[in-house]
């Protein structure tokens, strides 16, 4: 006898699990509000989620990441409009300050571990996003800040005396827009 009320018990229990299961629940459904806190996970190439940028670097345009007016405030008047620009597997924006050069490139085919440089590479933070400092052969001050494990937006500057200053100052413009 006992067994038939487990039995009975256990019936009566499964029938009101699969009952709530079924249920709807009136209302609208809406997505949960944006904490504004970002989740990443290292080794991914997704974008993470914050209130800072949206969108996967990939889908950006290089020169959406830098104003013309952000440049001049650092650089000083520009010779031309920015121009995009192809240079090698990267998608950049190419700015024409007077006596210098001043590109943001997106590298979506290699993190901060494929930085390769000829001599001294200083790591640094730039915003909420871990970079590296060098000095390439041409004189040129590159800064590389990385997004995820495999891709990156280089700040590259030549021009007189130490670009390095400058060049860190672009990259802090540049960091809030990326993902």
Do not use: Y
């Not at 629940?25 to 190439?45: H, L, N, R, V, Y």
């Not at 590479?121 to 996003?129: A, E, F, K, N, Y």
């Not at 990156?152 to 007189?160: A, C, E, K, P, S």
């Amino acid at each position: 006898m006992n067994t038939r009320i487990v039995l009975t018990g256990l019936a009566a229990a499964v029938l009101l699990a699969v009952s709530a299961c079924t249920g709807s629940t009136p209302g609208d459904p809406k997505p949960t509000p944006d904490t504004g806190s970002s989740t990443f996970s290292e080794g991914t190439t997704s974008s993470p989620t914050s209130t800072k940028a949206t969108g996967s670097l990939a889908d950006t345009d290089p020169c959406s990441l830098l104003t013309r007016s952000e440049a001049e405030q650092v650089m000083g008047p520009l010779n031309a409009e920015p121009t995009p620009e192809k240079v090698g597997s990267a998608k950049g924006c190419a700015f024409k300050p007077k006596l210098a050069s001043l590109s943001v490139d997106i590298r979506t085919n290699v993190g901060l571990t494929g930085v390769q440089a000829p001599g001294e590479v200083t790591d640094v933070t730039i915003g909420r996003h871990q970079a590296k400092k060098f000095v390439a052969a041409g004189g040129s001050c590159i800064v590389a800040v990385g997004v995820t494990s495999s891709s990156r937006v280089d700040v590259t500057l030549n021009g007189q005396g130490d670009p390095c200053p400058r060049a860190l100052k672009i990259a802090e413009l540049v960091e809030p827009k990326l993902p």
